[in-house]
Every structure is written in structure tokens, then in C-alpha cells.
């Protein structure tokens, strides 16, 4: 399906209409299916978005019924302002009554070959046969200023036939050694959400969005099969688009 573009006015605005469709997503698929299984991404952008699910969002959601993954993560411990786990425990997870053995970290105590190992056994836990992998309900996800998405950087190989592989990166001065799920199994998600905001993400932004290079912009590898794709922008990173792409604007 052709992804959607949504704008939103501010960080804040875009933040928020992303947890009612988090919260929308839950409600959904623990009807449908009982659970509902989500991968949260890491870096700056999805922490309001956390907040708000652990708090104004908070009893909107069933913790109980919810399972939280990771698309990708940095190879450092849990206790690292560097850990996207690290990032989501003390601003969400410590705050909801989400059962421990509903939150799937990585093993970021084991060497990134034995991590990624260990963390597509995790995956298959909840797979869906014939996948080696859940149906994600949804997946979040950012986008840096290099186009890269979750810890698929340009450059990286296009075809990927493991749905974990340990990565190398150099990005903004973050931690290099990660792991990250790969297309196979984003791409068998029922909703990815793309978060991005900022000026500094605008040109990036309109090449991944108008241009066919997934190579160089590896954020345009995620097309699910049978999902949606939704992008929320806000106005500071979607000044260098066309007017035509603006789908819809939601205040
Ligand atoms: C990570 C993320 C990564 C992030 C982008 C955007 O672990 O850093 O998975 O893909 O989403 O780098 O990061 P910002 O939200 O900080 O701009």
C-alpha cells in the first residue's frame, strides 16, 4: 500500500497523535488477537511519545496483554543513557504495569553475533509459521539525517536474508556495535509509524519519500507486504517536500 504522510505542527502535536493511534493499535489487535505486539524504536524522537503513553495514555492501554520489542539497539547495558531499552524502562516501562516477561530486551551482555542469535530465538517465540518472526502489530521507527532506519545504514545491503544481523555504525557520535531487525521482519508488520521531526531531517526526508535509491536511503526498504506505512512529520522536517505530498494535514 502507498505509504501516508501525516503533518503535524510541532513535535508535541505529532507526539501525541501518535500514541492515540499506539493506543488504537493495542485496542485492535488484543480484540483481534488477544496480544498486541509492538517494536519501539530508539533515539530522541519517540521519547515524548513515551511519556505520554506512560501517562496520559496509560489507561488506555491493557500492559497486561502488551509485548514490547526493540527494532533495533545499541550494544551497551541496560543502564547506559545510550540503551534504547535503558531510554524506554525509565521513561515508560517503569511507569505502567506492563509484566516483566512481556518486555523483550536484546541481551546486550552477549557479543553482537550472539545477541542478534539470541534475539531472532526471541522473535521466534511469537512467530507466525511459515515466518521465523511475529507479525508485528506495529512498529516505530525513526529516520536519521543519512536516511538510515532502525540500524540499517546506507550502504548496508539491500537483500538481507536473517531477520537479525549485528551492525557496525557510525552515527552522530552514538554507540557503534548494535543489532537490528531487518526488512524481512519490518516488513511483515501490520502498521510501521515513521517518526520525524526537525529541519535537519528535511532534505533526507523528500529524497527517501520521492526518490528510488534504498540503497542510500535504506528507510525505503520498509514497505510491508500487507501493511501500512504511515509517516508523521512535522512542519520543520517536511518544509523541503512538494505540496502534493502532503497527503493530509492533521491538527
Ligand atoms: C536508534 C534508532 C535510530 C533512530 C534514528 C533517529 O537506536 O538510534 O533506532 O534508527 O530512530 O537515528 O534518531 P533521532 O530520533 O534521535 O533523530
Known amino acids: 500500500m502507498k505509504p501516508d504522510v501525516l503533518f503535524f505542527k510541532?513535535?508535541?502535536?505529532?507526539?501525541?497523535?501518535?500514541?492515540?493511534?499506539?493506543?488504537?493499535?493495542?485496542l485492535q489487535a488484543i480484540r483481534e488477537r488477544g496480544r498486541f505486539l509492538v517494536a519501539l524504536n530508539g533515539g530522541a524522537t519517540p521519547k515524548r511519545l513515551f511519556q505520554l503513553l506512560a501517562h496520559d495514555f496509560r489507561k488506555?492501554?491493557?500492559?497486561?496483554?502488551?509485548?514490547?520489542?526493540?527494532?533495533d539497539e545499541r550494544?551497551?547495558?541496560?543502564?547506559?543513557?545510550?540503551?534504547?531499552?535503558?531510554?524506554?524502562?525509565?521513561i515508560l516501562l517503569?511507569?505502567?504495569?506492563?509484566?516483566?516477561?512481556?518486555?523483550?530486551?536484546?541481551?546486550?551482555?552477549?557479543?553482537?553475533?550472539?545477541?542478534?542469535?539470541?534475539?531472532?530465538l526471541t522473535l521466534r517465540r511469537f512467530a507466525?509459521?511459515?515466518?521465523?518472526w511475529p507479525r508485528f502489530d506495529l512498529?516505530?521507527?525513526?529516520?536519521?539525517?543519512?536516511?538510515?532506519?532502525?540500524?540499517?545504514?546506507?550502504?548496508?545491503?539491500?537483500?538481507?536474508?536473517e531477520p537479525v544481523i549485528p551492525v557496525t555504525a557510525d552515527y552522530q557520535g552514538r554507540?557503534?556495535?548494535?543489532?537490528?531487525?531487518?526488512?524481512?521482519?519490518?516488513?511483515?508488520?501490520?502498521?510501521?509509524?515513521f517518526l520525524v521531526t526537525g529541519a535537519g531531517k528535511a532534505v533526507t526526508l523528500t529524497h527517501v519519500l520521492n526518490d528510488i535509491s534504498p540503497v542510500q536511503y535504506p528507510a525505503q526498504r520498509i514497505w510491508?507486504?500487507?501493511?501500512?506505512v504511515t509517516w508523521m512529520v512535522d512542519e520543520a522536517a517536511g518544509t523541503a517536500l512538494p505540496p502534493t505530498s502532503y497527503l493530509k494535514i492533521e491538527r
Not at 510541532?10 to 493495542?26: D, K, T, Y
Not at 507466525?128 to 521465523?132: E, M, S
Not at 521507527?141 to 532502525?150: F, I, N, P, Q, R
Not at 510491508?224 to 501500512?228: C, L
Request: glycine share 6%.
Open 60 to 71: 488506555k492501554m491493557d500492559w497486561a496483554k502488551t509485548h514490547i520489542f526493540w527494532g
Open 224 to 228: 510491508p507486504v500487507e501493511g501500512q
Open 10 to 26: 510541532n513535535p508535541e502535536e505529532l507526539s501525541r497523535a501518535a500514541a492515540a493511534i499506539f493506543a488504537s493499535r493495542a
Open 94 to 120: 517503569d511507569r505502567v504495569s506492563i509484566p516483566a516477561e512481556n518486555v523483550h530486551p536484546v541481551k546486550t551482555d552477549l557479543d553482537p553475533v550472539a545477541a542478534s542469535r539470541d534475539y531472532a
Open 128 to 132: 507466525i509459521p511459515p515466518l521465523d
Open 175 to 193: 554507540p557503534a556495535q548494535r543489532i537490528t531487525l531487518t526488512p524481512l521482519v519490518f516488513n511483515s508488520a501490520r502498521d510501521v509509524l
Open 75 to 90: 550494544c551497551v547495558p541496560p543502564d547506559d543513557p545510550e540503551s534504547s531499552y535503558g531510554m524506554a524502562k525509565v
Open 139 to 161: 512498529v516505530l521507527l525513526g529516520m536519521g539525517e543519512d536516511g538510515h532506519t532502525a540500524s540499517l545504514f546506507p550502504g548496508s545491503p539491500v537483500d538481507m536474508t
